[in-house]
């Protein structure tokens, strides 16, 4: 298939107000309606050495539970509430730059610490750190732009509102891999005219002709070999139960979308152990894992 592959995970830190507001999304037992899962809770992971040091951007937040690491998903309210990783050695008039609000108090910090698979232990705690901005979804057409630009009948029939019967047909087909729209005028962004694009394993042409009955706007429909939207998802629930076997610990998971793939994010991975883990098993690219807390260099 002919596209970039770029990340889709959302940041897992970002400054409070946009957190409030664009993060604030699930509790434990809520699934996005992307079809991402978040957990606030997970099963133990295995000890690991205590000399290894981590760094994170994040909010630290102490409520009932005493001081927290927030490393995945925060729900929305103020005061705010999260929490995923305990925290030893934690020092609120060492940190400095905190918030209180009804019993919880809380601040965005850079640290630094070890994490022994169930507790962090801060060494260090320095301002926050803003992360690049992740880049954005290649969500062009996989097929090139036809001689004279792309033919629109009726502009008003050819919006991403009007492709969700096309979306229907291309995701129950058993070949099907994935599918998107490529908006044609920004400045009307989801309101203007889009290219429905369409990947199946096989059958190309039925599909196409199929797709001509509910789409009357620009349509690529094109094959990829390999595996398909239904197989990726088993393999991303497969994948899921057995992170617990690898010590790892699931903050968030998604896909596959656009491309074939799977991304999860988890506290740390140790060497890229269990990355390495889940390349041999499934091959290198399917399973990308986002660890939270990184190896200090």
């Known amino acids: 298939m002919r596209r970039r ?6 940041a897992l830190v970002v400054p409070l107000a946009v957190l409030l507001l664009a993060q604030a999304a699930c509790g434990a037992d809520d699934r996005p309606a992307d079809g991402s899962s978040v957990t606030d809770k997970a099963p133990t992971t295995a000890a690991r050495p205590a000399s290894e040091l981590y760094e994170a951007n994040a909010m630290v937040l102490e409520a009932d539970e005493g001081p927290m690491l927030c490393l995945g998903a925060m729900r929305m309210s103020l005061p705010p509430q999260c929490g995923d990783v305990p925290i030893a050695n934690w020092d ?24 022994d698979g169930e507790t962090f232990t801060v060494t260090e705690v320095g301002p926050f750190q803003a992360d690049g901005l992740e880049p954005e979804t290649d969500l062009s057409s996989p097929c090139p732009e036809p001689e004279g630009g ?51 394993t096989s059958a190309v042409t039925r599909h196409e ?37 690898l010590g790892l610990r699931m903050l968030w998971s998604q896909g596959p979308a656009v491309e074939p793939t799977i991304e999860i994010g988890v506290v740390a991975d140790p060497g890229g152990a269990g990355q390495a883990a889940l390349d041999e098993r499934y091959g290198s690219g399917l399973v990308r894992l986002f660890p939270a807390l990184k190896p200090v260099l």
């Open 92 to 115: 609120w008039e060492r940190a400095g730059g905190e918030e209180s609000m009804a019993g919880t108090t809380w601040g965005q910090y850079h640290v630094v610490g070890a994490y």
């Open 5 to 10: 592959t770029k990340a889709m995970r959302t």
């Open 209 to 245: 002709a199929a797709l001509r009955e509910v789409w009357e706007g620009p349509l690529c429909v094109v094959q990829s070999e390999g595996r398909t939207a239904k197989d990726v998802r088993r393999i991303r629930n497969e994948v899921e139960a057995s992170l617990g076997g």
């Open 150 to 200: 792309w033919v629109v009948p009726d502009p008003a029939r050819s919006t991403q509102e009007h492709a969700r019967k096309a979306t229907a047909y291309a995701t129950a087909q058993p070949g099907y891999v994935a599918s998107w729209v490529t908006q044609l005028d920004e400045q009307q962004a989801e309101f203007g005219p889009v290219v429905f694009n369409a990947v199946f």
